[in-house]
């Protein structure tokens, strides 16, 4: 039949009834009328493309299943026409493809945007929350340090995190799928976490979610985040210590994906059987990541632990600079107290002023020129004179040493001579020579700050020393023998140290302005007439005079006496006694000017 | 080893907590149970060569049966009604919140626990009313989480039951 159709169908002539009878044409007419109706009918459906479509519609929509699982030729082959199509479809009407699409896309959108906005949200938070804390300080000093902007070094710092655990959890009952931990301490039983999750979730969800979309996606434990990506059938729950970046959450959101992807079937069939996550594992571990930007970037850290230590180091030496640096200034300190004490301590020095200025000490004041030196005095203090500056302007001082002091340079007193001063009394001790005294007196006069000078207890060394002369001398008589007015040979030296005596007497008195009158007394003893004995006593006195006199011709006036014995200076008992009344005496008597007291 | 999620049910104060506490050890504390609403323990059980691990759900026990948070029965493969012995109204409860469950979990296999069987002097619940559950083909256990009696045995039988139902 097969074969007979396919002559009928690809044959010369056509299948039709010709007016030419041909016996055997006309007896396979006969013979096969009715195939030939169906030959024609079939004939005619091919031909017709209407119910040629209409058969092909029918077993279309299994010829496709069946050639998809075969392979994917199908799928390849469509493309174009279904890119083309909706490509076109795109061009004509927009709305069409929008209106189709809004239902799927309008949510995917607000997902995308509303995780994007998340995201930034959360990091955008960290870093307004860092901002004015100490770790912000300390990333606000490391951005000065290092010269980088600060939000790349709170991006930095805020990276380093750790995803501990990582709980997969069958969303419907709480049952623990899988869990993957990075370190083996610290782990809570797993299931009764993840059971404990879901009620957690479940009970925010009740309380404040609304619909299934609003859900807890994350709640902060201590130092721990735990970040929730639901699927589904299924819940991951990611436990990160320290600040999860917002990069995490897409990794998250993939891996629940691609374990509903891959674990499809096991999911929607647990019955509390959870071998079948085995599988799921190596994807959960992923999860498991450590900030590796330090890690890996070994540099930035090495460095920054580098700077650590030199900042470490530079403030031991600062700390100890400072230190050294106290040391110094306290000394310094005490030092300068202690010379500024000493300033006013010294008599003749003001201070008015002192303090710093321009890393130098200064002090300002008044200063007597006989006080004391405070640049030799700051060497007594330990302190460089050239760190001070001192101002000092001159002035008296009216303590009594100044006065004195001043009253000294200006007298110029002998060695043998104190001045001192009290209330306003200049007092002379000591000895001086009669000259200086008188000097003293009048010059002293002068003195501002002297109300009187009071030599009363001050010796005159000129008159006292003629005192002495004058003594030394009238105590040497020079006796004669009896009856006779020659000077004995004997005595000849006595008369020249009486000479020499008298000469130096004469000296002085002449040249502190004085006169000298010597008297000389001759005498007689006892015995013989008076008359002679006032003859002869005369003749003794000038005959010493006239040995004497010689050198004294201008200085010394000599009055002779001849007394007999009327003025004996014994009363005579022995022959001593009227040697000594036989004899001539000096005295001495200086005058002019002399000073009242003298004798 | 299969996990079974099992909630604990039962009016107010009839110690459904500590029919959890006497059957395994506690590892959430308390505070859990008061804020959230419940608290998960668990207890791995042999049953036959197998192994189970019961995650029991002990939800806070609430007088009106509105206020229970229903999302928490979500997935349960069995629950335990608690009654106490001592307090006829609680059956009545334990009545109503089995019908609940079953609204939200279906035919999932669950136990009766007559808690503080040693209070006998007390008991109100009668043996009648008792039988009539078991007609209805509950099982139900006298209890006591004070001594122990019958706790293990309860939960064993709800383990039993869940385990052949996979």
Not at chain 1, 296 to 301: I, L, S, V
Not at chain 1, 494 to 505: F, H, I, P, Q, Y
Not at chain 2, 103 to 118: I, Q, S, T
Not at chain 2, 138 to 160: D, I, N, P
Request: hydrophobic share 40%; charged share 30%.
């Amino acid at each position: 039949m097969d074969a007979f159709l396919r002559r009928g169908n690809g044959g010369d002539e056509p299948p039709t009834v010709t007016e030419d009878p041909d016996p055997i044409e006309e007896l396979r007419r006969l013979l096969l009328v009715a195939e030939h109706a169906q030959v024609a009918k079939i004939q005619e459906r091919l031909d017709d493309p209407e119910i040629h479509a209409e058969d092909v519609s029918r077993v279309l929509p299994e010829a496709i299943a069946i050639r998809a699982t075969k392979d994917r030729e199908l799928t390849r082959v469509m493309l174009p026409t279904v890119e083309e199509a909706i490509l076109s479809s795109v061009r004509r009407d927009p709305h069409v493809l929008v209106d189709a699409l809004f239902p799927v896309m309008g949510p995917a959108i607000r997902k995308a945007i509303a995780s994007a906005l998340a995201s930034m949200i959360e990091s955008l938070n960290e870093t307004l929350e860092r901002s004015f804390s100490v770790q912000g300080l300390k990333w606000r000093w490391e951005a000065w340090r290092t010269g980088k902007p600060l939000p790349e070094i709170i991006l930095l710092r805020t990276l380093v995190y750790r995803v501990e655990q990582v709980f997969l959890i069958h969303r419907k009952t709480g049952l623990l799928l899988q869990h993957v931990s990075a370190t083996s301490a610290g782990v809570q039983d797993a299931d009764m976490v993840s059971g404990m999750l879901t009620a957690i979730r479940d009970f925010v969800q009740d309380s404040f979610g609304g619909g299934r979309e609003q859900s807890l996606d994350s709640f902060k434990v201590g130092d721990f985040t735990v970040r929730i990506e639901q699927g589904p059938e299924a819940v991951l729950a990611a436990v990160i210590r320290g600040n999860a970046p917002p990069e995490l959450r897409p990794l998250l959101t993939e891996t629940i994906e691609a374990i509903h992807l891959e674990q499809a079937e096991a999911l929607a069939n647990f019955q509390g059987d959870a071998d079948a996550f085995n599988r799921s594992r190596p994807r959960l571990e992923v999860c498991l990541k450590t900030q590796q930007l330090t890690r890996a970037d070994r540099g930035p850290e090495a460095r920054t632990r580098k700077a650590r230590r030199f900042l470490r180091t530079a403030l031991a030496v600062l700390l100890i600079g400072v230190a050294v640096w106290s040391f110094f200034a306290i000394r310094r300190s005490v030092r300068w107290q202690g010379y500024l004490g000493r300033l006013a301590a010294e008599p003749g020095i003001a201070v008015i002023d002192s303090g710093r200025r321009g890393g130098k000490y200064f002090v300002t004041g008044l200063r007597d020129p006989l006080a004391a030196d405070p640049t030799a005095m700051l060497a007594e203090s330990k302190i460089a004179p050239e760190s001070v500056i001192g101002e000092w302007k001159p002035y008296q001082a009216l303590h009594p040493e100044f006065i004195a002091a001043r009253a000294r340079r200006v007298l110029e007193p002998p060695a043998t001579v104190t001045l001192r001063a009290t209330n306003g009394v200049l007092l002379a001790t000591g000895s001086a020579p009669h000259r200086w005294i008188e000097e003293a007196r009048a010059r002293s006069r002068v003195f501002a700050d002297v109300a009187r000078f009071d030599d009363s207890g001050l010796t005159d060394a000129d008159l006292s020393e003629l005192e002495a002369l004058r003594r030394g001398i009238e105590d040497r008589p020079v006796s004669f023998d009896p009856a006779s007015a020659d000077l004995r040979p004997r005595d000849s030296v006595r008369l020249e140290a009486l000479s020499r005596d008298l000469s130096r007497l004469a000296r002085m008195a002449v040249g502190i302005g004085k006169t000298v009158r010597v008297t000389v007394t001759g005498r007689g003893d006892s015995t013989g007439t008076e008359d002679v004995n006032r003859a002869i006593s005369r003749q003794r006195a000038e005959r010493v005079t006239r040995a004497l006199a010689p050198g004294f011709a201008r200085a010394v006036t000599f009055v002779v006496r001849g007394v007999g014995s009327s003025e004996p200076l014994r009363r005579e008992v022995t022959e001593k006694d009227r040697e000594l009344n036989r004899s001539v005496t000096l005295s001495v008597a200086v005058a002019g000017g002399a000073p009242e007291g003298s004798r | 080893m299969i996990q079974k999620k099992v909630c604990m049910l039962g009016a107010f104060a009839v110690g459904k907590t500590s029919l959890v506490a006497r059957f395994v050890r506690s590892l959430f504390s308390e505070k859990y149970h008061t804020t959230v609403g419940v608290k998960v323990d668990k207890k791995i059980v042999a049953v036959g060569e197998e192994q189970v691990n019961l995650l029991l759900w002990d939800l806070y026990g609430e007088d009106d049966f509105q206020k229970l948070r229903t999302s928490y029965l979500r997935g349960s493969s069995g629950y335990v009604l608690a009654v106490d012995g001592t307090r006829a109204e609680t059956l009545e409860k334990a009545v109503i919140l089995q019908s609940r469950a079953r609204e939200m979990l279906g035919d999932v296999p669950f136990v009766l626990m007559l808690n503080k069987a040693d209070l006998v002097d007390r008991w109100e619940v009668e043996d009648s009313a008792i039988d009539d559950l078991v007609g209805q083909g509950w099982s139900t256990f006298k209890t006591s989480a004070k001594t122990g009696a019958g706790v293990e045995e309860a939960f064993l039988a709800l383990a039993r039951r869940m385990a052949g139902s996979t």
